[in-house]
């Protein structure tokens, strides 16, 4: 048997395979530092040795929480293949590079969004933003999209995973992996 990651990333394999819709979505909770729950969806952008990578802007409130409280919890869910994985946490905010190298790798209309939208602001309208987006989409035709410097990647350690397999007999099949001392201790744990 694998290590949990490993696992993951096959089944993160499996679910694009098998044509799930947005099989690298993960439900990401974040705390603040009196413990008061967020949670949302986010995309894993990179699955690592050290962990899970996604991208952010670095003034939204996930982060604000995480520099906080960096204990997170994040869950994928597959229904059409019976499975979801949870993985519970250290949060911490990757090298530039890595923020740089997946900029780079976005869409270019996630990129030019990144400019135009503050992620989480209140707004009267989307208009204003829509003109802002179609005006940096006439200025930038050919032009490379500069990573912002208020954007990032973060990276998830993870100390607990759970990998949840379903059973027709409701007698679900439950690993959990634990780091201890570097090193992941299995153990099974009922339906």
């Excluded at 096959?10 to 949670?39: F, I």
């Excluded at 979801?84 to 780079?104: K, N, S, T, Y």
């Excluded at 209309?109 to 989307?126: M, R, T």
């Amino acid at each position: 048997m694998g290590e949990p990651l490993e696992i993951l990333g096959r089944w993160l394999d499996e679910a694009a395979e098998a044509r799930v819709p947005a099989p690298r979505s993960m439900t990401l909770v974040t705390a603040t530092a009196d413990g008061r729950p967020s949670a949302r969806l986010v995309t894993l952008k990179r699955l690592e040795d050290g962990g899970l990578v996604f991208t952010t802007a670095l003034w939204t409130r996930k982060v604000e929480e995480l520099r906080g409280n960096p204990a997170v919890a994040a869950v994928f869910h597959w229904p059409a293949l019976g499975r979801q994985a949870r993985v519970e946490g250290r949060a911490e905010i990757a090298a530039r590079e890595l923020a740089e190298q997946l900029f780079a790798e976005r869409p270019r209309d996630h990129q030019l969004q990144a400019l135009v939208s503050h992620q989480g602001d209140e707004i009267e309208d989307l208009a204003p933003l829509r003109e802002r987006l179609a005006h940096l989409r006439d200025e930038t035709v050919d032009a490379p999209i500069a990573c912002p410097s208020d954007w990032g990647a973060v990276r998830i350690v993870p100390n607990r995973i759970e990998l949840w397999e379903e059973a027709p007999d409701r007698l679900h099949e439950r690993r959990l992996y634990e780091s201890v001392d570097g090193e992941w201790r299995l153990s099974r744990l009922a339906p």
